[in-house]
């Protein structure tokens, strides 16, 4: 072995360790450091939303560290004794939840027809629901808008639900069907000469498989309904609006509702935050079987 060699093989043994060190436990400190910088304006606003306005106003949410007997918990009192930020609560509740789930079954049963059943112009339909990705929301708000009001439902809960759910569906199905589509045919097969109909296969072998996946979307869509503003700010009740609407109507007066507006906005933040730890599992379960597909 020549001198020249000698050296690049020194050179890749220090690469070599390098490497294997980063891949332990210096790369699981800048991973934890990253994380807690993700977080940090999560806790901001929730030491944020237990410290008295006056102090709010004159000193940032790291002085509760030198000064724990700031923190209260009197503006969450005044958060439950706001009828209007309670009731927003709810109607986004009331929005997000049938939104979600409409997105999710009607996509599964729209991919899984477009995956596994033969009907004419099958392929054509496809396009037109891809076709249906690139359209902007902000086309669609004064036609909508016109139709809506012309059949009695603008500014109600059920226009805001059926909106999100038609501009939900492409995404939903697009995803789904490329998912059930990667199915083994010999798994339907055995299911079929074993008598199953195409709704007993569907839930019982063609759902369960798709978890993941259906996981995923509902963890998106109900993130996209839950945090939006501009659909509610258009086509919700004015007189019931959703959580962001209501927050977004009291910083008109900033100066005087900080002890509303800070405990409401960690709460708005905080359940989708949950939602997304409660099904994190299935939501990567889902992300890695469609990179490994």
Do not use: C
Request: aromatic fraction near 12%; avoid cysteine.
């Amino acid at each position: 072995m020549t001198s020249a060699d000698t050296v690049v093989k020194a050179k890749q043994s220090l690469a070599a360790r390098i490497a294997a060190r980063a891949g332990g436990g210096v790369m699981r400190v800048f991973l934890i450091l990253i994380g807690l910088f993700w977080l940090m304006p999560t806790v901001g606003l929730l030491l944020s939303s237990l410290r008295d306005p006056s102090e709010v106003a004159v000193s940032g949410w790291w002085k509760v560290f030198t000064d724990p007997g700031q923190l209260s918990f009197s503006a969450y009192d005044d958060l439950l004794s706001n009828q209007q930020i309670t009731d927003s609560l709810w109607t986004t509740l009331a929005i997000t939840v049938p939104a979600t789930v409409l997105v999710v079954v009607l996509g599964a049963l729209a991919g899984y027809a477009f995956a596994w059943m033969d009907f004419p112009g099958r392929d054509w339909w496809f396009l037109v629901v891809v076709g249906l990705l690139v359209v902007p929301v902000q086309v669609a708000l004064i036609p909508v808008a016109k139709l809506f009001g012309e059949i009695g439902i603008f500014q109600t809960t059920t226009g805001v639900v059926l909106f999100h759910t038609a501009f939900g569906l492409p995404f939903a199905i697009f995803l789904l069907r490329n998912f059930f589509a990667e199915i083994p045919r010999e798994l339907l097969e055995a299911a079929r000469l074993d008598g199953a109909g195409e709704l007993r296969l569907f839930v019982r072998v063609v759902m369960p498989l798709g978890g993941p996946a259906i996981a995923s979307l509902g963890i998106f869509q109900f993130l996209w309904v839950w945090n939006d503003m501009l659909i509610a700010l258009i086509f919700a009740d004015s007189g019931n609006p959703p959580i962001t609407v209501a927050l977004q109507q009291q910083v008109r007066q900033f100066g005087n509702n900080i002890d509303i507006l800070g405990p409401g906005a960690f709460i708005s933040m905080v359940i989708p935050l949950a939602v997304f730890f409660a099904f994190q599992r299935q939501f990567v379960a889902g992300v890695m079987a469609g990179a490994v597909k």
